[in-house]
């Protein structure tokens, strides 16, 4: 018996990052965009971990209560690069990206990427972790990559799909989950929660 989605379970993304929609198509998943922001803020003596699950909690949680319906699945994600005991979250502006990218440069760092699913009240959350390889950067190079707008947005000052795939001499990892969503951890969370409906072969 094999399994596939029912026509009336309607899948949505808590999210406004066209990279995470992206990835949730790469599924071959029809699914929306549901507008739903949280307030990003770390609580006292919050560890980066518990901090990128309750993000991912949060806005899957935000997301479904904006909705109303039985057969609603509600997606949401969070991304943080960790390096040693800092957290690089976006960067505020050009001095602090350049501030980021000398870090990262010539050392590797842990990239915390959750996942979060809500359907009919019950939340199934998981997180990947996966280790970033760095070249060593110039500050010339850092420049001309700030210039491209590349780094703007990106937890880290970087995307790894981008321009700074260059800068990368390998992950140990998920791909995916460096880019903003892991993949494999959200399609066990779409199984565990009864997305998928088994169908019978005939």
Known sequence: MSSGVSQQNKL????????????????N????????????????????????????????????????GDDIWVIGG??????????????????????????????????????????DGAIFSAVNKTRVFFRTL????????WQTGESCDKAGAYAIQGIAAGFIEKIEGSFSGV???PL??????LKESGFYQPISEV
Do not use: W
Request: hydrophobic share 40%.
């Open 12 to 27: 949505f993304l808590s999210s406004s990052s066209p990279r995470r929609l992206e990835l949730v198509k790469q599924l």
């Open 29 to 68: 998943l029809h699914c929306e965009v549901v507008n739903a922001p949280v307030e990003e803020v770390g609580l006292p003596g919050e560890s980066a971990e518990s901090y990128v699950l309750r993000m991912a909690f949060e806005k899957a949680d935000s997301g479904y209560n904006k909705l109303a």
């Open 78 to 119: 969070d991304t943080l690069i960790l390096f040693g005991d800092k957290v690089f979250e976006k960067p505020r502006n050009q001095q602090d990206a350049f501030r980021m990218l000398r870090q990262l440069s010539g050392c590797s760092h842990e990239v915390l990427s959750s996942v979060a699913v809500m359907h």
């Open 138 to 145: 110039s500050d010339a190079e850092i420049e001309t990559y």
């Open 179 to 181: 880019m903003g969503l």
């Open 184 to 189: 494999f951890e959200l399609q066990e969370l």
